[in-house]
Protein backbone atom coordinates (compact mmCIF):
# COMPACT_ATOMS: atom_id res chain seq x y z
CA UNK A 1 0.00 0.00 0.00
CA UNK A 2 1.19 3.73 0.12
CA UNK A 3 3.25 5.50 2.41
CA UNK A 4 3.71 8.72 2.76
CA UNK A 5 6.90 10.47 4.85
CA UNK A 6 6.73 13.69 6.03
CA UNK A 7 9.68 16.14 7.41
CA UNK A 8 10.04 17.89 9.42
CA UNK A 9 7.99 16.80 12.22
CA UNK A 10 8.80 20.47 14.20
CA UNK A 11 9.01 23.71 12.44
CA UNK A 12 9.83 26.93 14.16
CA UNK A 13 9.79 30.16 12.09
CA UNK A 14 9.67 34.00 12.83
CA UNK A 15 6.52 35.54 11.90
CA UNK A 16 6.51 36.89 8.56
CA UNK A 17 9.09 34.23 7.02
CA UNK A 18 8.09 31.41 4.80
CA UNK A 19 7.63 27.79 6.03
CA UNK A 20 8.04 24.29 3.99
CA UNK A 21 6.92 21.38 4.48
CA UNK A 22 8.00 18.33 2.70
CA UNK A 23 6.20 14.80 1.55
CA UNK A 24 7.62 11.94 -0.08
CA UNK A 25 4.75 9.28 -1.55
CA UNK A 26 5.51 5.69 -2.74
CA UNK A 27 2.96 4.20 -4.87
CA UNK A 28 3.38 5.85 -8.19
CA UNK A 29 -0.30 5.89 -8.88
CA UNK A 30 -1.52 7.98 -6.17
CA UNK A 31 -3.15 11.15 -8.24
CA UNK A 32 -4.02 13.24 -5.12
CA UNK A 33 -2.74 15.15 -2.51
CA UNK A 34 -4.00 17.20 -0.09
CA UNK A 35 -2.81 19.52 2.95
CA UNK A 36 -4.74 19.46 6.04
CA UNK A 37 -4.48 21.85 8.89
CA UNK A 38 -5.45 20.92 12.42
CA UNK A 39 -5.53 22.93 15.59
CA UNK A 40 -6.30 21.76 18.89
CA UNK A 41 -9.24 20.57 19.90
CA UNK A 42 -10.26 20.45 16.51
CA UNK A 43 -10.62 18.18 13.06
CA UNK A 44 -8.24 18.52 10.09
CA UNK A 45 -8.89 21.24 8.00
CA UNK A 46 -8.53 21.19 3.90
CA UNK A 47 -6.00 24.27 3.27
CA UNK A 48 -5.39 22.75 -0.44
CA UNK A 49 -4.74 20.02 -2.74
CA UNK A 50 -3.53 18.93 -5.62
CA UNK A 51 -3.98 16.54 -8.81
CA UNK A 52 -1.10 14.70 -10.47
CA UNK A 53 -2.07 16.78 -13.59
CA UNK A 54 -0.54 19.70 -12.21
CA UNK A 55 2.30 20.64 -10.85
CA UNK A 56 1.73 23.77 -8.97
CA UNK A 57 -1.04 25.56 -7.15
CA UNK A 58 -1.33 28.32 -5.27
CA UNK A 59 -3.68 29.98 -2.73
CA UNK A 60 -3.03 33.78 -1.41
CA UNK A 61 -0.26 32.75 0.70
CA UNK A 62 0.03 28.74 0.54
CA UNK A 63 1.56 27.21 -2.55
CA UNK A 64 2.10 23.28 -2.82
CA UNK A 65 4.34 21.60 -5.50
CA UNK A 66 4.08 18.25 -7.00
CA UNK A 67 7.08 16.52 -8.37
CA UNK A 68 5.47 13.33 -9.80
CA UNK A 69 9.43 11.64 -11.24
CA UNK A 70 10.70 12.27 -7.87
CA UNK A 71 7.28 11.66 -5.62
CA UNK A 72 7.66 14.17 -3.94
CA UNK A 73 5.15 17.16 -2.73
CA UNK A 74 5.62 20.37 -0.64
CA UNK A 75 3.62 22.58 1.01
CA UNK A 76 4.51 26.49 0.96
CA UNK A 77 3.15 29.22 3.55
CA UNK A 78 4.99 32.80 2.93
CA UNK A 79 4.51 35.93 5.33
CA UNK A 80 3.44 33.43 8.08
CA UNK A 81 1.27 35.07 10.54
CA UNK A 82 0.41 33.52 14.18
CA UNK A 83 -2.73 31.76 13.63
CA UNK A 84 -0.79 29.90 10.97
CA UNK A 85 0.78 27.89 14.20
CA UNK A 86 -1.13 24.32 13.98
CA UNK A 87 -0.28 20.88 12.96
CA UNK A 88 -0.09 20.08 9.03
CA UNK A 89 -0.71 16.82 7.71
CA UNK A 90 0.22 16.17 3.69
CA UNK A 91 -1.93 12.62 2.26
CA UNK A 92 -2.02 11.12 -0.76
CA UNK A 93 -4.52 9.00 -2.63
CA UNK A 94 -5.31 6.97 -5.73
CA UNK A 95 -8.45 8.85 -6.18
CA UNK A 96 -11.55 7.36 -8.00
CA UNK A 97 -12.79 6.41 -4.62
CA UNK A 98 -10.37 3.83 -4.70
CA UNK A 99 -9.10 4.28 -1.53
CA UNK A 100 -9.04 6.46 1.78
CA UNK A 101 -6.29 8.94 2.50
CA UNK A 102 -3.16 7.78 3.47
CA UNK A 103 -1.43 10.78 6.03
CA UNK A 104 2.29 11.78 6.94
CA UNK A 105 2.79 11.97 10.48
CA UNK A 106 2.23 15.55 10.81
CA UNK A 107 4.63 18.78 10.99
CA UNK A 108 4.01 21.24 14.33
CA UNK A 109 4.63 24.34 12.77
CA UNK A 110 5.27 27.07 15.35
CA UNK A 111 5.25 30.84 14.34
CA UNK A 112 7.62 32.68 16.85
CA UNK A 113 6.68 36.13 17.33
CA UNK B 1 -24.08 25.39 4.45
CA UNK B 2 -23.50 23.28 7.67
CA UNK B 3 -20.22 21.68 7.77
CA UNK B 4 -19.22 17.83 8.91
CA UNK B 5 -20.52 16.73 12.85
CA UNK B 6 -20.08 13.94 14.69
CA UNK B 7 -21.50 12.76 18.18
CA UNK B 8 -20.74 12.25 21.20
CA UNK B 9 -18.15 14.42 20.95
CA UNK B 10 -16.27 13.04 23.99
CA UNK B 11 -17.28 9.34 25.04
CA UNK B 12 -15.86 7.01 28.50
CA UNK B 13 -15.98 3.23 28.12
CA UNK B 14 -14.28 0.13 29.92
CA UNK B 15 -12.60 -2.91 28.20
CA UNK B 16 -15.04 -5.58 26.61
CA UNK B 17 -18.35 -2.90 26.16
CA UNK B 18 -19.06 -1.63 22.17
CA UNK B 19 -19.13 1.94 21.18
CA UNK B 20 -21.44 3.49 18.14
CA UNK B 21 -20.55 6.72 16.98
CA UNK B 22 -22.29 9.04 14.37
CA UNK B 23 -21.40 11.17 11.65
CA UNK B 24 -23.77 13.59 9.33
CA UNK B 25 -22.11 14.37 6.39
CA UNK B 26 -22.55 17.82 4.27
CA UNK B 27 -25.00 18.05 2.61
CA UNK B 28 -25.03 16.47 -0.89
CA UNK B 29 -22.28 14.55 0.04
CA UNK B 30 -22.75 10.93 -0.63
CA UNK B 31 -19.45 9.20 0.68
CA UNK B 32 -18.12 9.19 4.00
CA UNK B 33 -15.09 8.15 5.67
CA UNK B 34 -13.55 6.81 9.07
CA UNK B 35 -9.91 7.75 10.32
CA UNK B 36 -8.51 7.10 13.97
CA UNK B 37 -5.84 9.64 15.13
CA UNK B 38 -3.38 8.08 18.34
CA UNK B 39 -0.57 10.07 18.88
CA UNK B 40 1.60 6.68 18.02
CA UNK B 41 0.38 5.96 14.55
CA UNK B 42 -1.46 9.26 13.88
CA UNK B 43 -4.40 9.20 11.07
CA UNK B 44 -5.56 6.16 9.74
CA UNK B 45 -8.06 5.44 7.02
CA UNK B 46 -10.43 2.48 9.10
CA UNK B 47 -13.11 2.45 6.02
CA UNK B 48 -15.72 4.56 3.72
CA UNK B 49 -19.12 4.36 2.68
CA UNK B 50 -20.51 5.56 -0.32
CA UNK B 51 -24.63 5.28 -1.36
CA UNK B 52 -25.13 2.88 1.85
CA UNK B 53 -22.24 0.21 0.44
CA UNK B 54 -18.47 -0.02 2.11
CA UNK B 55 -16.46 0.62 -0.87
CA UNK B 56 -13.05 0.30 0.54
CA UNK B 57 -11.26 -0.41 4.10
CA UNK B 58 -8.30 -0.10 5.81
CA UNK B 59 -6.25 -2.69 7.57
CA UNK B 60 -8.34 -2.85 11.11
CA UNK B 61 -9.99 -5.79 12.61
CA UNK B 62 -13.21 -6.63 12.41
CA UNK B 63 -14.06 -5.42 15.94
CA UNK B 64 -15.04 -2.10 13.61
CA UNK B 65 -17.36 -1.81 11.76
CA UNK B 66 -19.64 0.46 9.98
CA UNK B 67 -22.73 0.98 8.42
CA UNK B 68 -24.11 4.57 6.18
CA UNK B 69 -28.14 5.26 5.86
CA UNK B 70 -30.05 6.23 3.02
CA UNK B 71 -29.58 10.18 3.51
CA UNK B 72 -26.00 9.33 3.31
CA UNK B 73 -25.46 9.70 7.39
CA UNK B 74 -23.30 7.26 8.84
CA UNK B 75 -22.61 5.12 11.86
CA UNK B 76 -19.47 3.46 12.84
CA UNK B 77 -19.39 0.64 15.75
CA UNK B 78 -16.32 -0.68 17.52
CA UNK B 79 -17.08 -4.13 19.81
CA UNK B 80 -15.23 -5.64 22.61
CA UNK B 81 -12.98 -2.28 23.49
CA UNK B 82 -9.64 -2.65 24.18
CA UNK B 83 -7.59 0.16 25.71
CA UNK B 84 -5.37 0.63 22.68
CA UNK B 85 -8.83 1.73 20.56
CA UNK B 86 -8.70 5.38 22.69
CA UNK B 87 -8.43 7.57 19.94
CA UNK B 88 -9.88 10.41 17.94
CA UNK B 89 -12.43 9.20 15.65
CA UNK B 90 -12.61 11.70 12.68
CA UNK B 91 -15.48 11.27 10.07
CA UNK B 92 -14.93 12.59 6.66
CA UNK B 93 -17.24 14.02 3.61
CA UNK B 94 -17.29 14.19 0.31
CA UNK B 95 -18.98 13.98 -3.22
CA UNK B 96 -16.71 10.77 -4.43
CA UNK B 97 -13.97 9.36 -2.16
CA UNK B 98 -10.57 10.58 -0.71
CA UNK B 99 -11.04 14.05 -3.32
CA UNK B 100 -11.95 17.17 -1.49
CA UNK B 101 -12.89 15.63 1.63
CA UNK B 102 -13.95 17.17 4.89
CA UNK B 103 -13.93 16.76 8.33
CA UNK B 104 -15.86 16.78 11.31
CA UNK B 105 -14.53 17.76 14.78
CA UNK B 106 -14.11 14.41 16.05
CA UNK B 107 -15.41 11.83 19.08
CA UNK B 108 -12.64 11.27 21.68
CA UNK B 109 -13.01 7.82 22.78
CA UNK B 110 -11.74 6.35 26.04
CA UNK B 111 -11.17 2.97 27.01
CA UNK B 112 -10.60 2.39 30.62
Not at chain 2, 33 to 47: A, D, N, R, V
Not at chain 2, 81 to 99: I, K, R, T, V, W
Request: hydrophobic share 30%; net charge neutral.
Amino acid sequence: GENVEQHPSTLSVQEGDSAVIKCTYSDSASNYFPWYKQELGKGPQLIIDIRSNVGEKKDQRIAVTLNKTAKHFSLHITETQPEDSAVYFCAASGGGGADGLTFGKGTHLIIQP
Amino acid sequence: KAGVTQTPRYLIKTRGQQVTLSCSPISGHRSVSWYQQTPGQGLQFLFEYFSETQRNKGNFPGRFSGRQFSNSRSEMNVSTLELGDSALYLCASSFNGPDTQYFGPGTRLTVL
